[in-house]
């Protein structure tokens, strides 16, 4: 028997939940309504399918393209018209979708309780399924999709986005990284997840609202931006792209531990009376301030094999009343979280003989202390510097108490490294003259890794670089290395 003409074959199938899509021409329309009625009867009295099923009547019965069922506490839908063009279930209880009708261009399903989607339709153009906390993924996305709204679920990853999306509102989620960003992209809304870098951002942006992430960097920003929100990140600089966007164009870069050289730049830039830039909303105070740091012994003897901790934090109490004793405790600890102090075998034994050294010299450890005191906790490219100037300072002391007095070659090649050293940093300081927001130290000391080798410099520390930097750089090495060397 046809299950047109079985309505207890249909009211098996919506009481279980299982719903498939029917044809008009397959399925008259009493067939229709006695689903649907029977749909219906079996709901929970806290849901209006009475409300549901008389919308449903409606919009079969005048072919309307657009179907609304938001606001009705609905647990579950029935079949669906297979005509509809747009569908609101915003603002129902569904945990679960059934197949949606291929004809589908807008689908409105926010503030539910989905945990997955359905495969969506072929020529869908908008989709929102915002606020479904416990979504966290999404299915393969049709390259028909413009606009895509995710607010305040669970994503932590996002599919290949479609070439034709031109909105993607993905905040409150937790989101480690974004996929490639299509060419049509106007708007991007990621705020309030765990990204630490962006892709690079496509020509066609015009507003990006990244707050409250872990961002450390921005790529080089699209000149039609027009909106820029990356307040509450890691940013210590700025790409000199931002000078680009529109006198119109708002930034608001509020609570980001900008290194003092780009708050520098962007007071002197932003209060010209020449400037026509774009309107840029900071914050004057750097965050360093008011930072606690642990005792110096503590941070001391963590660089230590444990069998000799008791011993060097007894000697190393008595200096914690010194002068700059507070901020080379919190460049020890920023030290440990360097990308030498991580990846290089030997490092943390080289500075425990360093700090060996340090306890025994009044003289050296004060000038120690006082050359980390120009270190700061959130740049690591001044605490990898601060360490390179530490390990100088060692060697002229070295020198000075005659270390080197029967070994003159020694004391040659230091020489040459001390003067190769000078020179990279006034090659740096030339080259940082004509960039907004590229810290001085960054270049100074990517200049150093890559030419670390060929000037046989010993105390050079690995660091990484950002890519801007790199790339501004990279294409001076050769002739910086020729002009050093003589």
């Known amino acids: 028997m046809k299950p047109a003409h079985n309505p207890s074959f249909f009211r098996s199938f919506c009481g279980l939940g299982c719903i498939s899509r029917l044809s008009v021409e397959e399925q008259n329309i009493t067939d229709y309504h006695r689903i649907w009625d029977n749909w219906a009867k079996e709901g929970a009295a806290t849901e209006d399918r009475t409300q549901a099923v008389r919308l449903l009547k409606i919009c079969l019965a005048f072919q309307e393209p657009a179907l609304n069922l938001s606001l009705l506490r609905l647990r579950s839908l029935p079949y669906l018209p297979p005509h509809i063009q747009e569908l609101n279930i915003s603002s129902n209880e569904l945990r679960s979708l059934p197949e949606l009708p291929p004809s589908l261009t807008v689908l409105k399903a926010s503030d539910n309780r989905l945990s997955r989607l359905p495969a969506l339709p072929p020529h869908l153009v908008a989709l929102d399924v915002s606020l479904n906390r416990v979504l966290t993924c999404l299915p393969s996305l049709p390259s028909s999709l413009q606009s895509l709204s995710a607010l305040l679920n669970s994503l932590e990853t996002l599919p290949d986005l479609p070439p034709a999306l031109q909105k993607l509102s993905v905040g409150n989620n937790q989101l480690t990284a974004l996929p490639e960003l299509p060419c049509e992209l106007q708007e991007l809304s990621a705020f309030d997840n765990r990204l630490q870098e962006l892709p690079p951002l496509p020509q066609n942006l015009r507003l990006l609202n990244v707050g409250e992430n872990q961002l450390h960097r921005l790529p080089e920003l699209p000149q039609r931006l027009q ?14 792209s931002i000078m680009n966007l529109h006198i119109y164009a708002d930034v608001n870069i509020y609570n980001n531990p900008l290194s003092t050289r780009t708050l520098q730049a962007l007071q002197r830039l932003t209060s010209s009376p020449d400037y026509h830039g774009p309107r840029i909303y900071f914050s004057m105070s750097d965050g360093q301030q008011n930072t606690l740091h642990r005792p110096l012994a503590d941070a001391v003897t963590a660089w230590f094999p444990e069998n000799k901790q008791s011993d ?15 901020t080379f405790s919190a460049f020890l600890d920023r030290l440990s979280d360097t990308v030498s102090a991580r990846n290089t075998s030997g490092f943390r034994e080289q500075v425990a003989a360093w700090l060996e050294k340090l306890s025994a010299s009044a003289e050296l450890r004060q000038q120690s202390f006082a050359v980390a005191a120009d270190a700061t906790e959130s740049c690591e490219d001044r605490v990898a510097l601060t360490w390179n100037n530490l390990r100088k300072t060692l060697l002229v002391h070295q020198a000075s108490e005659g270390l080197f007095d029967n070994d003159t070659g020694a004391l040659l090649s230091l020489g040459r490294e001390m003067f190769r050293l000078e020179i990279l940093e006034d090659i740096a300081r030339d080259k940082v003259r004509t960039l907004h927001f590229v810290d001085e130290i960054e270049v100074y000391l990517a200049f150093q890794t890559m030419l670390a080798e060929k000037l046989q410099l010993s105390t050079a520390v690995k660091v990484k670089w950002s890519t801007k930097t790199g790339h501004r750089v990279r294409v001076f090495p050769v002739s910086i290395f020729r002009f050093v060397w003589g």
């Open 227 to 240: 909106s820029l929100y990356i307040p509450n990140n890691q940013l210590n600089t700025l790409p000199d």
């Open 312 to 326: 060097v934090s007894q000697i190393w109490h008595a200096f914690e009343h010194e002068e700059h004793a507070n």
